[in-house]
C-alpha cells in the first residue's frame, strides 16, 4: 500500500505542470527540490534558494543547466532563469560553480558529456581536458543584451544612418549631449544656411560612446519618425526624453566614411572588379616621380574639408548645451 501511494505521488509530481524537480550539483554534492515555475520573480530569489541549499553563503558561485538538447547553459539573469524553468520538463539539472572556477574561468563550458565516463575514456582524454585548464581566463558576460542597432539601411540615403538605442529599464541616460547650430541645405536657390541640432559631446564610457555609431557634430535629422527641423533645443530634448527607453535617432554623420551602404553582395564584388580594372589600367612611372593623377588625388587628400557646421565663430557657447 505505501509503494503504491509512492509512486502515485511520482506520477502527480510528473504531470503537474506547475511544478518543476531540481537537481543541483556543487562538486561531489547533490541536492534535490522541487519549486513552481513562477515561484522565483528574480534571479537573486533563485540564487539565495541555491545558496541555502548548498550552504554558500560566504562562498560566489555561477549557475548553469542543461537544455533538452544537452547544450550547458548559463543562468545569470531574469531571461534566463525563466527559459530553464519553462524548459524543464520535468527535471531541471542544475550545475553550481565556483566563482573563477570550471566554465567560467575557460570562457566557454566544455560539451555535456552525455555518455557514462569510464577508464579508457579518462586515459583518451588527458589532453583534452589540459587544453581546458591552460587556457586564459575569460569571464562570460553576466547580462548580455542588445543595446543599438542601425536600421533602415535600404530606404535612407547613403548619407544619413538611422540608429536605435535600447536602455531596457535602466536609469542611466543616453550618454550624450546636444546644440543648436546652423546646417547647409541644398535648395533651388542654391545653398542656404538653416538651423539644425547637433551632438556636441559624448560621455565618456556612456551608452551612445559604447555602441560607436554617433559622433560628435553629427546633425540630429529625426527622432522616432519625427523631423526636428523647425523646431528648438528644448523640444528636441523632450522628444529624445519621452522615447528614451527605445530611441531612434536619424543623424547625418559628420564622417561620412563608415555609413553603411546599400546592396547586394554582387554589386560589391562589381565594384570590386571595377577597381582592380582601373587600378591595372595605371601606368607605371618607373622613374618615381608623381603622375598627374597622382598629384591631383595627393592634392585633394591633404586638404581639410570642414563640415557645414564648422564655424569661427559659433552660435551657441558651451554653457547653453543640454544634456540628454
Known amino acids: 500500500m505505501a509503494r503504491l501511494q509512492k509512486g502515485t505521488q511520482k506520477f502527480g509530481n510528473i504531470t503537474n505542470l506547475g511544478t518543476v524537480e531540481i537537481k543541483s550539483k556543487f562538486d561531489a554534492e547533490f541536492r534535490r527540490f522541487s519549486s513552481e515555475r513562477n515561484q522565483y520573480k528574480n534571479y537573486e530569489e533563485f540564487y539565495k534558494r541555491v545558496e541555502n541549499i548548498h550552504r554558500l553563503t560566504n562562498t560566489p558561485f555561477t549557475t548553469w543547466y542543461t537544455d533538452n538538447h544537452g547544450d550547458l547553459l548559463p543562468i545569470n539573469n531574469d531571461d534566463n532563469l525563466q527559459v530553464a524553468l519553462t524548459s524543464a520538463k520535468p527535471l531541471l539539472r542544475l550545475f553550481v560553480q565556483r566563482k573563477g572556477e570550471g566554465y567560467e574561468q575557460n570562457g ?140 531612434i535617432i536619424t543623424v547625418k554623420p559628420a564622417n561620412q566614411l563608415n555609413n553603411p551602404k546599400a546592396g547586394t553582395a554582387l554589386d560589391r564584388l562589381n565594384a570590386k572588379s571595377r577597381s582592380l580594372t ?36 559659433p552660435t551657441v557657447d558651451e554653457s547653453g548645451v543640454l544634456s540628454i
Open 108 to 247: 566557454l563550458p566544455p560539451e555535456v558529456q552525455l555518455r557514462k565516463k569510464n577508464i579508457f575514456s579518462n586515459i583518451a582524454n588527458v589532453n583534452r581536458s589540459s587544453a581546458y585548464t591552460n587556457k586564459v581566463a575569460i569571464s562570460t558576460p553576466q547580462d548580455f543584451r542588445r543595446v543599438s542597432a542601425i536600421v533602415d539601411v535600404d530606404i535612407l540615403p547613403e548619407t544619413h544612418r538611422r540608429v536605435r538605442l535600447l536602455k531596457h529599464n535602466s536609469d542611466k541616460p543616453l550618454g550624450f549631449y546636444i546644440r543648436d547650430g546652423t546646417s547647409v541645405r541644398v535648395t533651388p536657390n542654391g545653398l542656404e544656411r538653416v538651423p539644425g541640432i547637433f551632438i556636441s559631446r559624448l560621455v565618456p564610457f556612456g551608452l551612445a560612446e559604447s555602441t560607436g555609431l554617433l559622433a560628435v557634430n553629427d546633425e540630429v535629422l529625426e527622432v522616432n519618425g519625427i523631423d526636428v527641423s523647425g523646431k528648438t533645443l528644448d523640444q528636441v530634448t523632450d522628444m529624445m526624453i519621452a522615447n528614451s527607453h527605445n530611441l
Open 278 to 313: 582601373n587600378l591595372n589600367s595605371i601606368p607605371s612611372n618607373p622613374t618615381g616621380s608623381p603622375t598627374i593623377a597622382h598629384a591631383y588625388s595627393n592634392h585633394l587628400m591633404g586638404e581639410d574639408i570642414l563640415d557645414s557646421d564648422d564655424e569661427e565663430n
